[in-house]
């Protein structure tokens, strides 16, 4: 039946939209993790650069910000349009994450590094070990919540010209004239990503809470 | 005469332009136990912070068994291997059990391999008492079980001197008991110690020498009796009057 | 202080970012097609009949069949890249794609960016309308006095702003743009437009789609006519090729009988 083809034409878009929310997602949490160290041990310099970035990739809109990247940016090095809208996602992402991971380090308290260099740990290791493990417990919810974003995001690609679910909706409202129809399915796939994403990501919190009296 | 273990001459700490402390100078002989008392903000917890430089003084210099670790260039990381810290707040490591608390700092400082670093971790939470609760988290234990891992925890770096930040201040009085009786054993056993606290009960029996602290520099310094008994300053008595009101029932009370 | 610097520090990186793009091509984009024996060739798949996808999710469509055989006969493989229609001329520009076919008039704004192909079909434009419309329009500046609706970067989106808004005849906000033109339908449909200004072909198929449209009025209004391909601005070489391509098809009957497949009445 023809509506089964346009339908199902409609869902292999999601190799798209999962493959730029894989590229994405890790790219923001090295850059963002990497970033909210520099903004809060790198020294004055490079803390003031890290507030910039973090102000400026979070002040324009998404879809912009990717057409800079896109167009500017990619314009010396030819990347395919997904290869670049998924990196320059990764970007955009990483100024997100870099301020959910930079609150959830300064919700440790700074007694436990306070303890842990009293055992004679450096501050690379009191971090590593003490810090880290502690802060990225407490970002996990926030992330999560970014996780979805992304996801949601990835359908901007859509300007660059990549067949992900969006751009075959529209494409096939088009030429069945069946709009309802289309989105419907867009939506529905779209609800389904975010909503296994992040039950996942919700049994991980559980699997890493840290026992304690009630 | 040996070198005591610990030299503090002339040290001096601020903060902006408020002065915590100024001018003290202390020895602490080796086995020896100094505890230290005063009223709260008169800077003995700054000290203590200071001594194993997670402070930087401002003037003065101190000597870890004769070495000037306040000198440019010290590593101070391997300075604090050397001393141990026990907390006013526990500060045990909370994403991680009681034996892994107290192995961290072996695997990670002293690059001990795993199974040494845990036969030693174990021993050393036999010795305040919580091996049956070597696999609970911070979370999972009381008060003074938590301030008793924290010492293990400071114990298993072999330091070679130990410094308690008033170790009992946030304890429920039932759980003052446990620590202090760790601390008395550590002290029987010959370990240098630098004790603030206001356990006047642990000070009169335990402390070797007793320091009496208060806006920033030290009043009077002595034996437990010469401070109790025949106190040289009027404020040093009006203190001790007032703290033993309030602590020595307990003392009577037979802790 | 800090945030009149972080200001200032932004503005800087943006413009730097922007500055550094330079127009920097190959002599001609035949040699590179040649070489890969292959032709990037953008189009937005979602305006039948000229260009749209059928059920399985294949591109079909008069522009899309026509290029094909342009490929054949300039010895290459057609890669197609499909982006919405706004995004076209900005990536020929960037030679993200080699050219486009997407029911491209020409037009002098578009031919200071991009350069043209001859043409290789005529178009009209249309206007229509929900059949329970009734006001009476006998000429193109007719429309004026009602709500329009026409997808935008197109020649019919120009023509409205050049002859209706620029001479006062209708107000700005009385012209909605849309991305897409089946958007525009939907709203047609909805009564949030009142007349659709679109290309006479595509508008036939809407009609066919949506029983409850007429057709109002269609003519050669100055904006359309011919179609062209868009192509990298100056660029004589692959023009001449593609040209030639042209017009062989046309004297084989290929672009009349790909016509009567795609727009036959």
């Known amino acids: ?214 | 005469m040996t070198e005591p273990i610990l030299r503090i001459r002339n040290l001096t700490k601020k903060y902006a332009d408020k002065v915590i402390f100024q001018h003290i100078d202390l020895e602490v002989k080796s086995g020896d136990t100094i505890v230290i008392i005063g009223p709260s903000g008169t800077g003995k917890s700054t000290l203590l912070r200071c001594i194993n430089l997670l402070t930087r003084p401002n003037e003065g210099q101190i000597f870890l068994n004769g070495e000037e670790i306040t000198a440019k260039g010290i590593n101070e990381d391997h300075v604090r291997q050397r001393i141990g810290m026990v907390f006013q707040n526990f500060l045990l490591f909370n994403h991680l059990t009681a034996l892994e608390n107290v192995k961290l700092g072996l695997t990670k400082v002293r690059h001990m391999k795993a199974e040494e670093a845990e036969v030693k971790a174990i021993s050393h939470l036999k010795r305040v008492g919580l091996s049956e609760h070597m696999d609970k988290y911070p979370g999972q234990l009381s008060g003074g079980q938590q301030q008793r891992v924290g010492i293990a925890r400071a114990l298993a770096m072999d330091p070679e001197i130990m410094l308690f930040d008033e170790p009992t201040s946030a304890l429920d009085p039932e759980l003052i008991g446990e620590v202090l009786e760790v601390m008395r054993d550590l002290s029987k056993s010959g370990m240098t110690m630098v004790v603030v606290t206001h356990e006047m009960g642990f000070a009169r029996e335990v402390a070797d020498s007793i320091i009496f602290m208060e806006r920033g520099s030290i009043v009077e310094e002595g034996s437990p009796e010469e401070l109790f008994e025949h106190a040289h300053f009027p404020r040093t008595r009006e203190f001790l009057g007032k703290i033993s009101e309030l602590y020595g029932k307990k003392e009577k009370k037979g802790e | 202080m800090k945030k009149v610097l972080i200001f200032i520090i932004s503005i800087i990186l943006i413009t730097t970012l922007l500055a550094a793009c330079t127009q920097s091509g190959p002599a001609s984009v035949l040699d590179k097609i040649k070489k890969d024996g292959k032709i990037l060739v953008g189009t937005s798949a979602d305006y039948p009949p000229y260009e749209f996808v059928d059920s399985a999710g294949q591109k079909t469509g008069f522009d899309i069949e026509l290029m094909e055989e342009i490929g054949k006969k300039m010895g290459v493989t057609v890669e197609w890249v499909d982006m919405p229609f706004d995004s076209l001329i900005a990536a020929v520009k960037e030679g993200k794609i080699d050219i486009s076919i997407s029911c491209f008039n020409y037009d002098e704004d578009r031919a200071k960016e991009v350069g043209f192909s001859k043409a290789y079909f005529n178009s009209e434009d249309s206007f229509i309308a929900n059949k329970d419309f009734t006001g009476k329009i006998e000429k193109p500046e007719d429309v004026a006095a009602y709500k329009l609706g026409v997808q935008s970067g197109t020649t019919q989106d120009t023509w409205i702003k050049e002859n209706l808004i620029d001479k006062n005849l209708i107000k700005e906000e009385n012209v909605q743009l849309y991305e897409r033109v089946d958007q525009a339908a939907l709203d047609l449909a909805a009564g949030r437009i009142d007349i659709l200004m679109a290309d006479y072909v595509p508008a036939k198929a809407l009609l066919k789609a949506n029983p409850g449209f007429q057709m109002l009025l269609h003519e050669a209004i100055a904006s359309a006519g011919p179609l062209n391909i868009v192509l990298p601005l100056n660029d004589e070489k692959v023009k001449t090729e593609i040209d030639k391509a042209i017009d062989t098809l046309q004297t084989e009957g290929v672009i009349d009988q790909l016509a009567a497949k795609y727009f036959g009445e």
Do not use: H
Request: aromatic share 8%.
């Open chain 1, 1 to 214: 039946m023809d509506l089964g083809n346009f339908l199902s034409y409609i869902a292999s878009g999601t190799l798209y939209t999962l493959g730029a929310s894989l590229i994405a997602l890790p790219a923001g949490l090295i850059l963002g993790l990497l970033f909210a160290l520099l903004y809060l041990y790198g020294g004055k310099v490079l803390s003031n650069l890290m507030a910039v970035y973090s102000t400026v990739m979070r002040g324009i809109p998404p879809i912009v910000l990717l057409f800079v990247l896109y167009f500017v940016v990619s314009g010396s090095v030819n990347l395919s349009p997904f290869l670049a809208g998924s990196i320059s996602l990764g970007i955009i992402s990483s100024a997100y994450q870099m301020e959910i991971i930079r609150g959830a380090i300064q919700c440790v308290s700074g007694g436990q590094l306070m303890a842990a260099r009293a055992i004679g740990l450096s501050q690379t290791q009191a971090v590593r070990e003490i810090l880290l493990p502690q802060a990225l417990r407490i970002a996990l919810p926030s992330w999560s919540n970014e996780a979805a974003i992304v996801i949601k995001d990835s359908s901007l690609i859509y300007a660059l010209g990549v067949p992900e679910i969006l751009r075959r909706a529209q494409l096939i409202s088009a030429s069945t004239q069946q709009p309802f129809l289309a989105y419907s399915a867009a939506a529905i796939i779209y609800f389904a990503l975010v909503f296994i994403t992040t039950r996942l990501l919700g049994r991980l919190e559980q699997k890493l809470a840290i026992p304690a009296n009630p």
